[in-house]
């Protein structure tokens, strides 16, 4: 699923999907939130808040960045926000198919069980916050 930004050119994302004619690639517009439930793996073209939505449903979180060699230096060589990313890799395609390939084969996350009527609304929240331990 790709799920794109606001201000990207929907055209030239048609022109490279039809570059891969044997994949089920499809366009989304659903919240992170939503994605996120039935996702295993995201990836990021550089930083993205979005991220955050998927590091807290427990799923594993990709920023692939082409920064440069002074943006990299200000960020000590990682993502802007690390907290939200597990794997930050820099113009390095060999490592993300490397990393998607490892990703993949693992098992798939659980799922979170959320009872809204709960009365003890803080196990609800501790539930949620162990998610990303």
Do not use: C, W
């Not at 930004?5 to 030239?12: A, E, F, L, P, R």
């Not at 517009?29 to 996120?36: E, N, T």
């Not at 798939?108 to 990303?132: A, G, T, V």
Request: hydrophobic share 40%; aromatic share 8%.
């Amino acid at each position: 699923l790709i799920k794109p930004h606001i201000i990207t050119d929907i055209k030239i994302v048609n022109k490279v999907i039809k570059l891969f004619p044997e994949l089920k690639i499809f366009i989304t517009y659903l919240h992170p939130m939503i994605l996120a439930t039935q996702s295993q793996v995201v990836i990021s073209h550089s930083y993205s808040s979005t991220l955050n939505d998927f590091k807290i449903m427990g799923v594993k979180t990709i920023e692939y960045a082409s920064y440069n060699s002074q943006a990299l230096k200000l960020m000590s060589g990682k993502s802007m926000r690390p907290e939200y990313v597990d794997y930050f890799i820099n113009h390095d395609k060999l490592l993300l198919d490397k990393t998607l390939k490892k990703l993949l084969k693992e098992k798939k996350k659980e799922k979170i069980q959320i009872d809204i009527n709960d009365q003890n609304k803080n196990s609800i929240f501790d539930r949620i916050l162990n998610i990303r331990q």
